[in-house]
């Protein structure tokens, strides 16, 4: 089968992000910036897909500026075919991804859509699905576990309550949680080798869609300092406190 | 944040300083692109964060053991380096033709600082084996190359550097080993050898030691040794393994700190069974050795300098965390305690440890990038003043980054107080580690005589004039900045005051030991002076970056810059006052007194 993996150019997860002095956002001038974590996941279900024979061909999207290629190149080195590469050098909120997405997946016609359930910059957690939504397809969000079948898919996902297991009919989305693998470590020949793969780039005009900022940010600020505690000497003057800030 | 070396900083290095990416233009790494070196390096990264760094603690607290048979090591060693070869770190800077990625030197060594960084004690394997396989490239016969090299390459096989024995550490003209020779072509070797890392383990199918060795007949001192390839287990004609080769592990080494590298006595050859190869020509071993042994010297001062580094990281976040006292002058014992970076002094510490560090790897990563111009430039009439520079700078590069990074993680501990002393941090161990730095690969008081002694004096002393102008040219160039002026004209003072010295130490000329007697001072001197000089390029690079965007780290820079010729570049003086006098404190003490 044709399997799509579409990754995101985020701040790495290991830098800690500061808020930009005027509220406007985040410092993201010299911040080491990678694939999303979650959509590594998917990046290393598709490829073990191919490895084990399920795929014949992964091909990764992403839309960003340009820069976004290095994520592209990841994404070839780990084991996709070729790319597509949507530039934009605007904010794109999800509804305009999945839209973005939905049109690419007419396009190429494949099986699954795979994505990370979210990207750790605004964790907005909605591109799957409403990618899905979008192609009146069905999706399984969160995967921890994939079996393919035929035209079936059995998901096993991470919800509240423990785990759940569906069965969707392909094509479908799935958007993949953390335990589902452990993504592997670049070899640096497939590095070199990815230079060689196909990118397709295109913008979203090209695409017909028209960018909607259907979301304003009105402000950004890190979260308030946690205030130290008080030592109290016994039960009541603990409840007299918490009766005193209104808590009881 | 990266605890092991600050990517921007990284980044800032290879590109905006050295101009890496220019080598790409070059035949030799046409295949490359900068996107590809920095992919690499990421990739690196992750390797070293996620499969070395994590054991580090464990590994240095439960070093290798010997039961009288077998050499026990914890098994994340095997995964990380399983991980390691299989994402094809070993074969980086190797040709394309023996398997390797044909990466510069420069990128190499680069990626190797952040294993270093990360744990020393697992990447002593990988090191010390594309060590023996980058001297088979260098002396190896084509047929030894496909043997024994590749293999290293592929991961399959380990190396060793066999060059001390127990009566012969830093006097290599003193070894014993002797290699007799069969009529087969082959050699007999018999000898024991010392502090042989990574010379017995099950990590891999075999391991490849390169030793120094005597031919029966052949002269005393240095020039009757030779190079020979002699594997652990012998290795057929076709490749395959064959018996083992006589050759025993007779105890273990136990190190203060690069604890996971077992470290060996080994004995070769117990049974009269030990089967070696020449490699090169007879007498021409120490050649050879010497061959690589600028590379080496790099390579100490870039672990010098990265495990500085590191330590430096870790203190800092540590200080941006603890919150610990007031201000002074805050006498309300209900105010917050500030995090302990709000501290002036120690912000000096943190500022001691950058301005060392930071310009440490600075000069590392530009010798190698001379190695790099060297091999592959496409400048040809521009060798002899590569080679020169390489050739001052390379005791300097090994010697100042191996004293100053120490410092770093002796700063870091103490930016930490308790809590650094303490083995639940890793500054403690980092300092360990880092304690080998100044005494292998030449000790840094040979440093000093080999600077002093042999690349101030060789050719009418002009290696020390190519690289005087080169400091020179970049302070001249600087003078026209009003914002560095200051620094350019401490700098060409500095320069003076080098040649000042210099000249009167020829002086003593004809008494060496009054020449050298102060050699170890002319090291730091020069050193001091060559940091400055990699600072104030380092301020010239950031200048040209985004003031805007970038205006922390530049700012950083600048100030580390000012910290170094404020509080140690003028630390000269007094050292130039010593030479110049010729002070005979050392010198003039007899063995009898102490």
């Known amino acids: 089968m044709k399997v799509m993996v579409s990754v995101k150019r985020v701040v790495d997860y290991n830098v800690r992000i500061q808020v930009k002095g005027d509220g406007s956002g985040v410092n993201l001038d010299g911040v080491k910036m990678s694939m999303n974590p979650f959509d590594e996941i998917a990046m290393e279900q598709a490829v073990q897909m191919k490895d084990a024979g399920t795929a014949e061909e992964v091909i990764a999207v992403t839309i960003g500026p340009a820069k976004a290629e290095e994520q592209l190149r990841s994404a070839l080195a780990f084991g996709a075919d070729r790319a597509i590469h949507v530039k934009t050098d605007e904010e794109i909120q999800p509804l305009t991804a999945a839209r973005i997405l939905a049109k690419l997946f007419e396009k190429e016609q494949p099986k699954v859509l795979l994505t990370g359930k979210q990207a750790i910059d605004d964790d907005a957690n909605q591109t799957g699905q409403m990618t899905a939504a979008l192609l009146d397809l069905p999706q399984a969000t969160f995967a921890s576990a994939i079996e393919f079948d035929g035209d079936k898919a059995k998901v096993t996902r991470e919800v509240d309550s423990g785990l759940e297991t569906i069965e969707v009919d392909l094509p479908a989305v799935i958007t993949t949680d953390l335990r589902l693998n452990e993504p592997r470590y670049l070899k640096l020949p497939d590095i070199m080798k990815a230079k060689k793969k196909p990118i397709d780039a295109m913008s979203v005009e090209d695409l017909g869609i028209e960018e909607a900022v259907k979301l304003n940010v009105t402000k950004t600020a890190p979260p308030p300092e946690r205030e130290p505690g008080v030592m109290v000497e016994d039960v009541n003057e603990l409840v007299s406190k918490m009766k005193d800030k209104g808590l009881v | 944040m990266s605890l092991l070396i600050n990517p921007r900083d990284l980044n800032f290095l290879l590109y905006d300083l050295l101009e890496v990416e220019s080598f790409c233009d070059w035949s030799a790494f046409g295949e490359h692109d900068r996107a590809t070196f920095e992919a690499v390096i990421d990739a690196a990264y992750r390797l070293a964060e996620d499969g070395f760094a994590g054991h580090a603690a464990r590994l240095d607290a439960n070093e290798p053991t010997f039961d009288g048979e077998r050499v026990h090591i914890i098994p994340e060693v095997a995964e990380a380096l399983a991980a390691y070869i299989d994402s094809g770190f070993m074969g980086t800077a190797f040709p394309a033709e023996y398997g390797g990625l044909q990466m510069p030197y420069t ?336 000790t840094n008081g040979i440093q000093a005589i080999d600077l002093l002694g042999r690349k101030v004096t060789m050719n009418q002393g002009r290696a020390l004039q190519v690289l005087l102008r080169e400091i020179r040219g970049t302070a001249d160039r600087a003078a026209a900045d009003t914002r560095i002026e200051d620094h350019a004209r401490a700098l060409g003072a500095a320069v003076d005051t080098v040649e000042q010295v210099t000249e009167a130490l020829r002086e003593a000329a004809d008494e060496p030991a009054r020449y050298l007697a102060n050699a170890s001072l002319y090291l730091d001197l020069l050193g001091r002076v060559v940091i400055a000089w990699m600072w104030l390029r380092q301020v010239q690079a950031a200048q040209r970056l985004d003031q805007t965007t970038e205006a922390d780290f530049v700012a950083g820079k600048r100030q580390a810059c000012q910290f170094f010729f404020r509080r140690e570049l003028p630390a000269i003086e007094p050292l130039a006052a010593l030479l110049i006098e010729h002070d005979d404190s050392a010198l003039a003490m007899q063995a009898r007194w102490f």
């Not at chain 2, 990265?306 to 200080?319: E, R």
Request: some cysteine.
């Open chain 2, 107 to 442: 990128v190499s060594q680069a990626i190797a600082s952040l294993f270093t960084a990360a744990n020393i004690g697992t990447a002593g394997y990988p090191f010390l084996t594309t060590a023996a396989a980058n001297l088979l490239r260098v002396v190896g016969s084509e047929a030894q190359k496909q043997r024994y090299m590749v293999p290293m390459i592929e991961g399959r096989f380990f190396g060793t550097m066999c060059l001390s024995e127990p009566q012969a550490g830093s006097s290599l003209g003193d070894i014993r080993t002797r290699a007799a020779p069969q009529d087969d072509g082959s050699y007999r070797i018999v000898g024991n050898k010392m502090w042989i890392s990574a010379g017995e383990h099950e990590l891999s199918e075999n391991i490849v030691h390169m030793v120094l060795a005597r031919i029966d007949g052949a002269s005393a001192g240095t020039r009757g040794i030779s190079l020979f390839v002699v594997p652990k287990v012998r290795v057929n004609e076709d490749g395959s393994l064959g018996p083992g080769n006589d050759i025993r592990l007779a105890g273990l080494n136990h190190k203060m700190g690069y604890r996971g590298t077992v470290n060996t006595v080994l004995n070769f050859g117990d049974n009269g069974a030990c089967e070696g190869f020449l490699v090169g020509e007879p007498g021409r071993g120490l050649a050879g050795m010497f061959h690589m042994m600028n590379e080496a010297r790099i390579a100490v001062g870039m672990g010098a300098s990265v495990l500085g580094y590191s330590g430096y990281l870790h203190s800092l976040a540590y200080a941006r965390e603890r919150p610990q006292g007031r201000p002074p002058g805050q006498a309300d014992p209900e105010s917050r305690p500030v995090p302990i970076i709000e501290h002036a002094d120690v912000r000096r510490m943190l500022l001691t440890q950058k301005a060392y560090v930071e310009g440490a790897l600075s000069l590392c990563l530009y010798c190698a990038t001379l190695v790099d111009r060297l091999e592959h430039g496409p400048d040809v009439d521009d060798r002899r003043r590569l080679r020169d520079l390489l050739d001052i700078l390379t005791p300097i590069a090994k010697a100042w980054p191996s004293e100053y990074g120490l410092k770093a993680n002796d700063l870091g501990i103490q930016v930490l107080g308790g809590y650094g002393y303490t083995r639940e941090y890793p500054l403690e161990r980092l300092y360990r580690d880092n304690r080998l730095n100044p005494i292998h690969e030449g």
